[in-house]
């Protein structure tokens, strides 16, 4: 292995745990041994080919795992706080108890439940007036 | 002084669970002249028009009428 690849394992090492941004000076300051800028901006530079980070701005990089996690953490919390929910309606009851008896009568027509018949009912009604409309495709 | 209703009165109603988004493609169809036309005010005329048109389809759906005078028949 030649000694920028051993450079750029070695710093990938040390910068992979690294959740705030860093630039050269913090990682030139924290370097044992001295190196020249261009070690460090080459290595990084090459890190930044591999994806293994991430370059936030002219200086600043940051380790892509830590922004992938840190997106997924997002995305978590976001399902959380606004969890796909039905809009709920209210129907008569007569008619709900009349589609149960027309789906226990025929059961070919292979409706699963009441829910699913309306929800058909409704495509029904709409679908000529919004042909495109994505969900409106079987 | 609070109105205090029946406890043990029969709801006539159900609750009908729709994707959001169909229920927004019926909100906006609301909004539309045809709607308007056939006297469509909320998102559950629309749905009961819906489901009465397609149990006619299957020749169910009896208008409430007919339906008393077969009960009184029977």
């Known amino acids: 292995m030649s000694a920028p690849e051993h450079f750029k394992d070695q710093l990938y090492e040390f910068i992979e745990n690294i959740d705030e941004p860093f630039d050269v000076d913090f990682l030139k300051s924290n370097c044992n041994i001295f190196y020249e800028d261009r070690w460090f901006t080459s290595a990084l530079y090459e890190l930044e080919d591999d994806e293994k980070i991430v370059k936030l701005n002219e200086y600043q990089y940051l380790p892509a795992r830590i922004l992938r996690n840190r997106w997924i953490n997002e995305a978590k919390n976001q399902v959380k706080t606004q969890p796909l929910e039905p809009s709920c309606i209210q129907l008569p009851f007569d008619l709900i108890r009349q589609i ?12 699963l439940n009441a829910e699913e018949f309306i929800r058909e009912a409704v495509r029904r009604l709409i679908q000529p007036k919004y042909p495109t409309t994505f969900w409106l495709k079987p | 002084m609070a109105k205090i209703y029946p406890s043990d009165k029969e709801s006539k109603h159900a609750t009908v669970r729709l994707p959001k988004e169909m229920k927004e493609a019926i909100e906006d169809y609301l909004k539309t002249e045809d709607a308007r036309r056939k006297g469509y005010l909320h998102v559950t005329d629309v749905v009961t028009a819906a489901v009465r048109d397609l149990l006619e389809e299957y020749g169910v759906y009896r208008p409430l009428e007919e339906r008393e005078e077969v009960a009184k028949d029977s």
Not at chain 1, 100 to 110: A, C, I, P, V
């Open chain 1, 100 to 111: 149960q008896d027309l789906l226990s009568e025929r059961k070919e027509l292979g409706f």
